[in-house]
């Protein structure tokens, strides 16, 4: 009787043994576990890369923007239409950038320098990471003179915080910068 007993206790187990061995082998359910623990790095990873992207375009748009602008002090036509900051702000900002960039914080350097091998491009920024706005000045020169056009923008981060390491001055924006070095056409005013 008593291997009666265990033969049925054995019996009870293996069934048991058999529920334990399926569940693992169990694959149901698999892929939606799978995508659960890999989405949110997934769409993190997908929504940095088109911040990213958004950000170069709008590089390269601040970039077209000066270089169209600074054409204006090449040919002489700023100094004509006695171009100051402001006025040079909105030729930047009328090359397109005016949907992109809100227009009121772009910074803009127009300076004159002696020749192409000391001009000062000493960076504008304070200690905490922003534009020295006292530092900056705007002297188109006159003709045949070398001039050197930058322009800054504080560009916003929303998602990729790793697009700001090392950059801004608090943690949340990327220093757009556009440079443009050139001689002044040989105009007479």
Known sequence: MAAAQSGASAGAAAPARRKGRGFWRNNRGATAVEFGLIALPFLGLIAGLLETGLMMFADSALDQ????????????????????????????????????????KLKIDVRTATDFATMNLASQ???DGSVDDASLTYNAGHGSDIVVVRTYYDWPILLNRLATFGEGQDGKTRRLTSTVAFRNEPFNW
Do not use: L, W, Y
Request: glycine share 6%; charged share 20%; hydrophobic share 30%.
């Open 125 to 127: 920024d304070k200690p």
């Open 65 to 104: 923007a000066t270089n169209r602008a600074a054409r204006m002090i090449r040919t002489g036509q700023a100094q004509q239409q006695n171009f100051n900051t402001n006025s040079f702000r909105s030729e930047v900002c009328s090359g397109g950038v005016a949907t992109m960039f809100d227009c009121t």
